[in-house]
Protein backbone atom coordinates (compact mmCIF):
# COMPACT_ATOMS: atom_id res chain seq x y z
CA UNK A 1 0.00 0.00 0.00
CA UNK A 2 1.61 3.54 -0.60
CA UNK A 3 1.97 5.64 2.47
CA UNK A 4 3.98 8.54 3.01
CA UNK A 5 5.40 8.36 7.17
CA UNK A 6 6.22 11.62 8.54
CA UNK A 7 8.63 11.89 11.76
CA UNK A 8 10.80 14.50 13.08
CA UNK A 9 8.14 15.57 15.25
CA UNK A 10 8.29 17.37 18.95
CA UNK A 11 8.56 19.52 22.04
CA UNK A 12 10.58 22.66 21.44
CA UNK A 13 10.18 26.23 23.37
CA UNK A 14 9.54 29.49 20.92
CA UNK A 15 12.47 30.32 18.87
CA UNK A 16 13.27 26.55 18.61
CA UNK A 17 14.01 24.84 15.51
CA UNK A 18 12.66 20.75 14.40
CA UNK A 19 13.65 18.93 10.46
CA UNK A 20 10.44 16.90 9.84
CA UNK A 21 11.32 13.98 7.62
CA UNK A 22 8.73 12.50 5.19
CA UNK A 23 9.45 9.15 3.95
CA UNK A 24 7.47 6.92 1.01
CA UNK A 25 6.67 3.20 1.79
CA UNK A 26 5.55 1.35 -1.87
CA UNK A 27 6.24 3.91 -3.91
CA UNK A 28 8.50 6.24 -5.55
CA UNK A 29 8.44 10.50 -4.48
CA UNK A 30 10.63 11.61 -7.12
CA UNK A 31 7.39 10.68 -9.33
CA UNK A 32 5.24 13.37 -7.53
CA UNK A 33 5.35 16.96 -5.96
CA UNK A 34 5.28 16.18 -2.21
CA UNK A 35 3.09 18.86 0.31
CA UNK A 36 3.51 19.43 4.00
CA UNK A 37 0.28 19.95 5.80
CA UNK A 38 -0.67 20.79 9.58
CA UNK A 39 -3.96 20.09 11.40
CA UNK A 40 -4.05 21.87 14.90
CA UNK A 41 -7.06 20.40 17.37
CA UNK A 42 -10.38 22.55 16.54
CA UNK A 43 -9.10 23.42 13.09
CA UNK A 44 -8.78 22.15 9.49
CA UNK A 45 -6.28 20.53 7.80
CA UNK A 46 -4.37 23.87 5.50
CA UNK A 47 -1.33 23.68 3.25
CA UNK A 48 1.75 24.71 4.94
CA UNK A 49 4.09 24.02 1.92
CA UNK A 50 5.15 21.97 -0.70
CA UNK A 51 8.14 21.33 -3.44
CA UNK A 52 7.82 20.50 -6.97
CA UNK A 53 9.04 16.49 -8.45
CA UNK A 54 11.66 18.51 -10.09
CA UNK A 55 12.91 20.44 -6.85
CA UNK A 56 12.28 23.82 -9.34
CA UNK A 57 9.45 25.09 -7.58
CA UNK A 58 8.75 25.14 -3.67
CA UNK A 59 5.58 26.61 -2.34
CA UNK A 60 4.97 28.56 1.23
CA UNK A 61 2.01 29.40 3.46
CA UNK A 62 2.50 33.15 3.94
CA UNK A 63 2.39 31.95 7.82
CA UNK A 64 5.54 30.15 7.61
CA UNK A 65 7.43 31.70 4.87
CA UNK A 66 11.08 33.01 5.74
CA UNK A 67 10.82 30.51 8.78
CA UNK A 68 10.23 26.80 7.20
CA UNK A 69 12.29 25.51 4.39
CA UNK A 70 11.29 22.40 2.21
CA UNK A 71 13.19 20.55 0.23
CA UNK A 72 13.75 16.66 -1.17
CA UNK A 73 16.74 14.12 -1.48
CA UNK A 74 15.36 11.74 -4.47
CA UNK A 75 18.37 9.33 -4.12
CA UNK A 76 16.97 8.52 -0.48
CA UNK A 77 12.98 8.59 -1.14
CA UNK A 78 12.72 11.26 1.41
CA UNK A 79 11.25 15.46 1.68
CA UNK A 80 12.05 17.06 4.62
CA UNK A 81 10.70 20.59 6.18
CA UNK A 82 12.90 22.35 8.33
CA UNK A 83 11.15 24.63 10.59
CA UNK A 84 12.94 27.36 12.34
CA UNK A 85 11.98 30.27 14.52
CA UNK A 86 8.96 28.23 15.76
CA UNK A 87 6.32 29.86 17.71
CA UNK A 88 3.08 28.43 19.36
CA UNK A 89 1.10 29.17 16.43
CA UNK A 90 2.66 25.92 14.58
CA UNK A 91 1.95 23.58 17.29
CA UNK A 92 0.05 20.83 15.32
CA UNK A 93 -0.06 17.50 13.81
CA UNK A 94 2.36 17.61 10.62
CA UNK A 95 0.95 15.26 7.38
CA UNK A 96 2.87 14.86 4.12
CA UNK A 97 1.12 14.69 1.02
CA UNK A 98 1.64 13.26 -2.70
CA UNK A 99 0.08 14.84 -5.91
CA UNK A 100 0.91 15.45 -9.28
CA UNK A 101 1.86 18.62 -9.21
CA UNK A 102 2.31 21.07 -6.24
CA UNK A 103 -0.50 23.37 -4.02
CA UNK A 104 -1.60 24.14 -1.14
CA UNK A 105 -4.91 22.56 -1.69
CA UNK A 106 -5.57 19.74 1.04
CA UNK A 107 -7.75 17.70 -1.52
CA UNK A 108 -5.20 17.62 -4.26
CA UNK A 109 -2.77 15.20 -2.33
CA UNK A 110 -3.05 11.49 -1.26
CA UNK A 111 -1.13 8.73 0.58
CA UNK A 112 -1.62 10.64 3.73
CA UNK A 113 0.82 9.50 7.02
CA UNK A 114 -0.37 9.45 10.66
CA UNK A 115 1.28 12.62 11.23
CA UNK A 116 3.96 13.69 13.49
CA UNK A 117 2.83 15.91 16.57
CA UNK A 118 4.57 19.80 17.09
CA UNK A 119 4.08 20.83 20.24
CA UNK A 120 5.80 24.43 20.49
CA UNK A 121 5.74 25.81 24.21
CA UNK A 122 7.31 26.80 26.94
Known amino acids: QAQLVESGGGLVQPGGSLRLSCAAS????????IGWFRQAPGKEREGVSC????????YYADSVKGRFTISRDNAKNMVYLQMNMLNPEDTAVYYC???????????????WGQGTQVTVSS
Open 26 to 33: GFTLDYFA
Open 97 to 111: GAAPGCSLDTPDFGS
Open 51 to 58: ISRSDDSH
